[in-house]
């Protein structure tokens, strides 16, 4: 069982315990149930004390918290659908289709204006007045909003269930395909994806769970929702991958170029069995993508700037020498990047980098990304250096093209996870 409430082991050991032992022991199961319901399950606190009073938002092992917006001073919300506006204790005030909140931070406070009502709280937190949903600034969400401040930061918090938080990951995350092509590649990072949000879930973070981006996972609220997506979190309701009776480590990223990457050359030193890296096919399965193979071009003077842009160097009097490839991990991924360099002085300059921190430094030849993937090869050709490479993302865990592809040819979610992440088992919320 992966969630289990302190207060069920309590009640285990009552009637061992005499009657007057009982009365007295029953004062403190009784605080403990309350605290657990307004905590949830997570062994750790997952809110401040700021917001231990928050009398209307449950928070259970089903709800999670997104940051889906964030301002350092004002911001402004313009309702498209109605809504109730909630302080701590009491209803405040009914919001109707149209009009705007303005919301700006007053210390360690927050000060909501409507029209000529103003407000001022440590937190305030809207909940529908029509339909289940709230529609902002053209966006729409499930659930409840709540305003903080943090930092000085007004911080935007969508408490949502973590099945409709689901609802709105999946189509975000992977392409729906045509017809049903796509359902079990569908359904298999809908479990990564799941086991990925339980985890965040757990690490007791006092205001929000996770974030509704690239930093996380990417997260379009209501707007995201399809019927595909939809059925694939429907039809593994709870599910998630699990290793040893605990929640697996997951990972998943674009395009693996024909091999996933082993977790720590990329993440962490800790090694996992399952987190290894795959072959993905003889003829990888991954070939499908757009992304599986790639070409870069850059020019010395390029690859300067990038220099001073990662603060690797002060400024641009060096002179752009060579660029090699030291090492790589057992994937084919670079592991070691060398490029030498020649000072003022005349003097050679080494600088080395590593791993996936190389992508953020080279980048892709216009700028406008980090590099797609470290499977590449170098060339260099005159003031020309070329990368030519494969895949696109780090690389660790399901490979999602390489998922579509198996999809595709009538592989179930589960042999497709299998695949991916070996000797894991698919596990259920709560069992």
Avoid at 398 to 403: D, E, H, M, P, V
């Amino acid at each position: 069982m992966i969630f289990v409430s302190s207060y069920f082991i309590l009640f285990k050991h009552i009637n061992k315990l005499s009657l007057l032992k009982f009365l007295n022991f029953f004062s403190l199961l009784f605080v403990l149930i309350i605290f657990t319901l307004f905590t949830g399950c997570s062994s750790s606190t997952r809110y401040t004390n700021k917001n231990e009073i928050l009398t209307r938002i449950e928070l259970s092992e089903t709800s999670i918290r997104v940051l889906i917006d964030e301002a350092e001073t004002s911001t402004f919300l313009t309702l498209q659908t109605p809504a109730y506006l909630y302080n701590s204790t009491k209803k405040l005030a009914v919001i109707n289709s149209g009009n705007t909140i303005q919301c700006y931070n007053s210390s360690d406070e927050i000060t909501v204006k409507i029209d000529s009502k103003k407000f001022t709280d440590k937190y305030f937190y809207l909940e529908s007045a029509g339909d289940g949903y709230i529609k902002f600034n053209g966006k729409s969400y499930k659930g409840s909003l709540t305003l903080t401040v943090t930092d000085n930061t007004i911080e935007l918090v969508n408490y949502i269930d973590l099945e409709d938080y689901m609802k709105g990951v999946i189509s975000k995350e992977m392409p729906l395909g045509v017809g049903t092509e796509n359902l079990e590649a569908l359904k298999a990072l809908t479990i990564c994806a799941r086991t990925y949000a339980t985890l965040k879930m757990q690490e007791g973070k006092s205001v929000y769970d996770i974030f509704d981006d690239t930093r996380d996972q990417m997260y379009g609220g209501k707007d995201a929702e399809s019927p595909l997506s939809d059925r694939a979190v429907e039809e593994t309701g709870g599910m998630i991958l699990s290793y040893a009776n605990n929640p697996a480590i997951v990972f998943y990223s674009s395009t693996c170029g024909g091999h996933t990457a082993a977790v720590q050359d990329v993440f962490t030193n800790k090694e996992y069995s399952y987190l290894e890296g795959v072959v993905d096919g003889n003829e990888p399965y991954c070939k499908i993508s757009s992304k599986y193979e790639w070409e870069e071009i850059y020019s010395k003077n390029i690859l300067v700037d990038r220099l001073i842009d990662a603060a690797l160097i002060e400024d641009d009097s060096y002179k752009f020498e060579e660029i090699s490839i030291n090492n790589r991990f057992n994937c084919g991924r670079v592991d070691e990047l060398e490029i030498l360099l020649e000072d003022t002085n005349g003097e050679e300059i080494s600088l080395k980098i590593y791993g996936n921190d190389i992508r953020g430094v080279l980048h892709t030849g216009d700028g406008k990304s980090e590099l797609w993937s470290t499977l590449f090869d170098i060339e260099q050709d005159g003031d020309r250096i070329i990368i030519n490479g494969k895949g696109y993302g780090h690389g660790v865990g399901l490979c999602q093209w390489g998922a579509i592809h198996l999809s595709q040819e009538g592989w179930n979610y589960e042999d497709i996870l299998e695949h991916y992440f070996p000797g894991t088992s698919i596990g259920k919320l709560n069992d």
